[in-house]
């Protein structure tokens, strides 16, 4: 088998190894997840929801040490790492609160017309769901997907990212410590080579994977031969543009954060920013200098702004696509390289101008802290540039124009839009993309119902 290890990007160096879980152990866990279905639905939502509110409680309890332990494995700054740990923690309690209300089915109200004295649809859960999760959130993106289907009545199995192992093993453990039935939820230590034969296991009901485009595209063909449900949220180049309307000061430090949340790993970040002539001077001047000024260094430390990336082969292609981009004539205006810190996969806040399609920046996604720029001299052309990707997962649009406005709602092609402000996941809202970014949706009403049976029950 293989060793699964963690390593501290802020110096390289192991911190953690563990061996690949055996497949008796993998049949082991299977077994139990199965086993822990019919347990699920015995319970009431009452029931559920109170386990899952202790769940919320304890790792809020543990906040120092899980936050401490993301910042360790992945390099987020610690105060990113412990506002990830309070959006956990809150998603549960949404979840608590909203699912009976959301898995509540609708009466039809003429039965008749269907030749029956009642009529009407629930939604059951699927069963066991295999959870193929990233590094870039650790815990969120596991909770956001847990939390909806533990009070829907799935079992869920986490195939979490090789890099987080010690993560991986505490959220795993997190719910069965809170009193969730065993087998309800856990984690398998396992590399992607074996994923297929999980998916291909009968006892999974489907699949759901947050990750690259290449992961996607194996899981939801894995999936699609075995004709099990799957909902795929995958990468995204997402456009922020500024109208000459919106306040731009306002608009430079939301896109700083924007690009740089998470050390600039986050599919939802902004990476594409699409300025109008009128204002791309002052724009370009200002998020360059703004880029420039943020705290680089040890993630560990609260005052840190960005870290290091997450591994030593992300920064790599990051370095290729800049480097690509430079050698093809784009304009470096901050950063552009490593800087100079000796240890560790540290890159420079990275402000990267006149970009052609010809650059592989125009197409693919930069994971990780560097802004494209681009200067338009319509909305019609910004919308164009916007539209201009494989991807289609969130855009940000700035302007105080409402004709603008609803334009930009109506033709930028992306599940997301936020005026005046950036991309981010609440879990009050359905999350997820078009085009090669996925398909289905998390969080909200709309993300439980995925991993459900919507079923007819027609009463003669």
Excluded at 359 to 378: C, D, K, N, T, W
Aim: proline residues 5%; hydrophobic residues 45%.
């Amino acid at each position: 088998m293989t060793t699964i290890r963690s390593i501290d990007p802020s110096t390289g160096a192991e911190i953690a190894a563990f061996e690949e879980d055996s497949d008796e152990f993998v049949e082991s866990r299977l077994a139990a997840a199965a086993a822990a279905v019919p347990l699920l639905a015995e319970l009431s939502f009452d029931d559920r929801a109170r386990l899952l509110r202790a769940a919320a409680d304890l790792i809020e309890s543990e906040i120092d040490d899980v936050a401490a332990l993301i910042t360790l494995e992945m390099g987020k700054p610690l105060a990113q790492s412990r506002a990830e740990v309070t959006k956990s923690a809150y998603g549960m309690r949404f979840y608590a609160d909203h699912a009976e209300e959301f898995l509540t089915g609708r009466e039809l109200a003429d039965p008749a017309a269907v030749s029956a004295s009642a009529a009407r649809t629930r939604f059951d859960p699927l069963g066991v769901v295999l959870a193929v999760m990233p590094w870039n959130y650790p815990i969120w993106q596991v909770v956001r997907f847990a939390a909806p289907a533990l009070m829907a009545g799935n079992a869920g199995l986490l195939k979490h990212a090789s890099n987080v192992p010690q993560t991986a093993v505490y959220i795993g453990e997190l719910f069965t410590r809170a009193g969730f039935p065993q087998g309800a939820f856990s984690s398998l230590l396992i590399g992607s080579r074996r994923v297929e034969a999980v998916i291909r296991d009968p006892r999974i009901a489907a699949v759901t994977l947050t990750g690259s485009e290449a992961a996607g595209r194996a899981v939801g063909a894995t999936a699609g031969d075995v004709l099990k449900k799957s909902v795929l949220e995958l990468g995204g180049s997402d456009p922020f543009i500024v109208m000459p309307s919106a306040h731009i000061g306002s608009a430079v430090l939301v896109a700083v954060a924007a690009r740089t949340a998470n050390n600039g790993q986050a599919c939802i970040n902004a990476k594409r920013f699409i300025i109008h002539e009128a204002v791309y001077d002052e724009f370009a001047s200002l998020l360059a200098e703004r880029m420039a000024a943020l705290v680089v260094g040890d993630p560990a430390v609260l005052e840190t702004q960005i870290g290091p990336l997450a591994t030593e082969a992300g920064r790599a292609d990051l370095e290729q696509l800049v480097d690509d981009a430079r050698g093809k004539g784009a304009a470096i205006l901050t950063g552009g390289s490593r800087g100079d810190r000796s240890t560790g996969w540290y890159y420079q806040p990275t402000v990267i101008a006149d970009i052609t399609p010809d650059m592989r920046l125009h197409q693919e996604e930069a994971f990780g802290p560097v802004a494209s720029l681009y200067r338009v001299s319509s909305l019609e052309e910004a919308i164009t540039v916007a539209n201009d990707s494989p991807f289609g997962l969130g855009a940000a649009f700035w302007s105080n124009d409402p004709e603008e406005i609803s334009r930009a709602e109506r033709e930028i092609e992306s599940g997301a839009i936020f005026v005046n402000g950036m991309t981010i996941s609440y879990p009050e809202l359905p999350f997820g993309g078009i085009k090669r970014s996925g398909y289905g949706r998390e969080l909200s009403m709309e993300g439980i119902r995925e991993f459900c049976n919507l079923k007819t029950v027609w009463v003669a």
